[in-house]
């Protein structure tokens, strides 16, 4: 009998810890302050060995460029989009493979360089819409922007519409300092 008698204690002292640790003011100061604990190490997490295409690897002198990058608070950030001339497409075709590089660059921060979007999304969400001649003159950019450490997505299209499938028609470079990306794209005429 005095084996069950501490087995039935022991049960009853669980569920009552158990009970007054699921109070509402027992979980909701836990709740905010795993929030606010999630956040400081989403903030301070280092993004060294991330990627933003998963064929490209940062040399040392990107990581100073992301390094400066992420110093710009208080600088304007913006993206380039760099539409191929050569490819003829229509106005709507472009609107949709600029929302596709917009997007595709987006998804790809999200994975790899929250602190830098959350600052664009501060800064507006700027975007510049540029034309180049061909896919040489984009290639060449896209070369210039990862050298120098900025981000870079390019649009690959299905072939569904107006041009062939894997033509690749839009470049996005950023979100970057203002300054920086200017220097990669600030020759190219507006769209």
């Not at 039935?8 to 509402?24: D, I, T, V, Y």
């Not at 229509?90 to 830098?116: D, F, N, P, V």
């Not at 034309?131 to 990862?146: G, S, V």
Request: hydrophobic share 40%.
């Amino acid at each position: 009998m005095g084996i069950i008698n501490h087995s039935k204690q022991h049960q009853n002292q669980e569920r009552e810890w158990l009970g007054s640790g699921f109070r509402a003011e027992n979980f909701i100061p836990g709740l905010v302050i795993g929030f606010i604990l999630g956040l400081l190490f989403d903030l301070t997490k280092l993004d060294g060995n991330h990627t933003y295409n998963a064929k490209k690897k940062w040399s040392s002198s990107k990581l100073q460029t992301q390094s400066l990058v992420l110093k710009s608070g208080d600088q304007e950030l913006k993206m380039v989009l760099v539409v191929r001339q050569d490819l003829k497409m229509k106005a709507g075709k472009i609107a949709s493979q600029c929302a596709h590089a917009s997007t595709g660059m987006y998804a790809e921060l999200m994975q790899s360089r929250r602190s830098l979007l959350r600052q664009w999304e501060q800064c507006g969400q700027a975007k510049i819409v540029v034309t180049c001649k061909n896919q040489q003159e984009m290639n060449k950019l896209q070369e210039e922007a990862d050298g120098i450490g900025l981000p870079t997505f390019v649009v690959a299209d299905a072939g569904r519409t107006q041009v062939s499938a894997g033509s690749k028609t839009v470049l996005a470079i950023g979100p970057g300092p203002k300054a920086i990306i200017d220097s990669v794209t600030g020759k190219q005429a507006l769209l």
